[in-house]
């Protein structure tokens, strides 16, 4: 019984892991036309088609074998026909049914009425198109676990540690925790987007049923150098960190929670990360996320570390840290501080300012921003972007950068994605010139290599200094 059952009845004082599942596998099997194009394999089985002859007869309100059987007798050479009057059955049982999804099945009856395809063409079209619009094609466990965990058997692993008395980590009364059930929201918004409502009121049940869930995961790894980020001001290397966890670190989700999600091609990265605050490299996860771009769903493996750390970040807090889905950035006081030391002791002494210790914490944060939400694109050209045009600004003055900040898309500014109309945050870029690019990259030598020029014979030296 569904959960919508339940509720009728007025049984809604439970629901179990189990039940929400079950559910949400209903709930998204509806949402056929964005699970065709993520699994376009799902259409088709080693015999036929997914949306199988006995549907296709049931949905006309035929016989179940009438088709199984029209398709034996054309093969066996017979030249049968399908009626007129049969097809303005079809077509009365499909706008009764499907509404306004049925309109690619009219466009395939009408070929077949202008003997523009065979019968055997119709049928197997029009089995394609039902299985794509129709939500009659069950999602399996692989398609469901890809949606909600990014990975084939993350629905696998759960039901077996529910259901499997013998498995070592056998725990019927399995329950997500409320960071998870967050995950899952996200996920299915970025696939289905507001489709997804019946989803989200799932796991809103779920979560209100339940009020004994654990705020997140058990994944709370202990990391060895909780305090990383505390002498930020006299560490180069801690600032190139926190800058690149400026554009793409998360606080969000459980207390004192830090999140930093790469591209799996920057798993490089994501492990020296790790190394530096001392994570298990063996704790870095991976999975699926699926993302529109360009009007096209694309899958994209992405690299993540996760911890829970609360000196870790309390530290970060304390230094400014701003998520990178946050709107308005500012720099950080420890790095106009460092800046302006690293001036002073330039006039007192005969070192650049850049080669100072300030002066290197200063570029190094502005490095880490870079590699996080910058563009190199060889040479000596260099920009970093960012959705606050203030943030930029500051950028500009404070490095004496000449470039003005560049307008992609205004904040307020109508935007499409995906033929659904949204109201941007806005996109700015700032050059960052080559003399300041060469300094910034050398204020840390372990910066990412992609984002650097590669393998030159020289040093590249835009100074005309001595390295």
Known sequence: M???????????????????????????????????????????????NAYSNRLLSQLWGLSVNYISALIYKIKKGSDLIISEESLLQLQEMLEERLGA?????????????????????????????????????EVTDEEFGLILGGTHGFIK??????KTPTFFDYNPNYKFSKERLGEFKDFLYEIFGSRAKKCFELLNKYETLNPDLK????????????????????????????????ADGSRS?????????????????LEQFAKVI???????????RFKWYKRELKEYKAARVKFICKPMAKDIDKLGFQSSKAEQKFIPIYVIQA???????????NIDWWLTT????????????????????????????SSSKKFLEQIKELFEIKNKVVTGVAHGEESWCFDQKYISVGLYTLTLGPKLYNKMIYSYMDSMKRNRPQNPANPINFLGDQI
């Open 358 to 385: 300030p002066g290197k914490v200063g570029l190094a944060f502005l490095l880490g921003f870079f590699d996080g939400d910058g563009h190199y694109a060889g040479s000596r050209y260099a920009e970093i972007c």
């Open 215 to 246: 705020e997140y995961s058990n994944q709370q790894y202990t990391i060895n150098k909780p305090n990383y980020f505390k002498n930020i001001e006299e560490n180069p290397e801690a600032s190139y960190w926190f800058g690149f966890l400026r």
């Open 2 to 48: 569904t959960l919508l059952h339940r509720m009728k009845k007025g049984k809604i004082d439970t629901y179990n892991t189990l039940e929400l599942i079950k559910d949400l596998r209903y709930g998204i099997q509806l949402l056929s036309e964005e699970l065709a194009l993520l699994f376009p394999e799902r259409l088709i089985q080693k015999r036929g």
């Open 157 to 162: 692993g759960i039901l077996r540690r529910m």
């Open 253 to 269: 989700g459980a207390p004192y929670q830090l999140t930093i999600e790469l591209s799996a091609k920057d798993t490089d990265h």
């Open 339 to 349: 800046l302006k030391k690293a001036n002073k002791m330039a006039k007192q002494t």
């Open 278 to 288: 001392e994570f298990p490299l063996d704790r870095i996860t991976f999975r699926i």
């Open 101 to 137: 999804k049925a309109l690619g099945c009219f466009g395939i009856i009408k070929k077949y009425q202008d003997n523009k395809i065979t019968t055997l063409k119709f049928v197997d079209t029009l089995e394609k198109e039902l299985g794509r619009v129709s939500g009659e094609i």
